[in-house]
C-alpha cells in the first residue's frame, strides 16, 4: 500500500517557470530513488531527472541547466522546479520512486510505484 501523487502542472508560457511536486504515502520505511519522467502524445515516456537518497541528481540533455530535481525525506516529496520553459516540454509529467516498504514496523522489500501523472502545458 505505497502510491505516489503528483499535482502542479498547469498551462504556462515559454520562458516561465512551473514547480511540480510528487508527494509519497503508505506503508514506507523509506524511499530510494526517486524520478521524474515525461510523456508527450504520439512519443514514447523519457527520464527527464533522477535523484537517489543521497541526493545526487541526473538530468536529460534537453533540460540540463533549466529543471532542477529535489527532495524532502521529512514530507516523503520530491519536486521538480522547471525554468526558462520551451513549448517542447509540453508533456504529461510523471513521477517514479523505488519505495522501501515497512511491516511491522521493520523494512520489508522495495517496490517501484508511479504517480498518476500531472499535464504541463507551455504555449504562449
Known amino acids: 500500500q505505497v502510491q505516489l501523487v503528483e499535482s502542479g502542472g498547469g498551462l504556462v508560457q515559454p520562458g516561465g517557470s512551473l514547480r511540480l511536486s510528487c508527494a509519497a504515502s503508505g506503508s514506507i520505511f523509506s524511499i530510494n530513488a526517486m524520478a521524474w519522467y515525461r510523456q508527450a502524445p504520439g512519443k514514447q515516456r523519457e527520464l527527464v531527472a533522477t535523484?537517489?537518497?543521497?541526493?545526487?541528481?541526473n538530468y536529460a540533455d534537453s533540460v540540463k541547466g533549466r529543471f532542477f530535481i529535489s527532495r524532502d525525506n521529512a514530507l516523503d516529496t520530491a519536486y521538480l522546479q522547471m525554468n526558462s520553459l520551451k513549448p517542447e516540454d509540453t508533456a504529461v509529467y510523471y513521477c517514479?520512486?523505488?519505495?522501501?516498504?515497512?511491516?511491522?514496523?521493520?523494512?520489508?522489500?522495495?517496490?517501484?510505484?508511479w504517480g498518476q501523472g500531472t499535464l504541463v502545458t507551455v504555449s504562449s
Open positions: 535523484i537517489t537518497s543521497g541526493r545526487s541528481t
Open positions: 517514479n520512486a523505488n519505495i522501501r516498504t515497512v511491516v511491522a514496523g521493520l523494512p520489508f522489500n522495495d517496490r517501484e510505484v
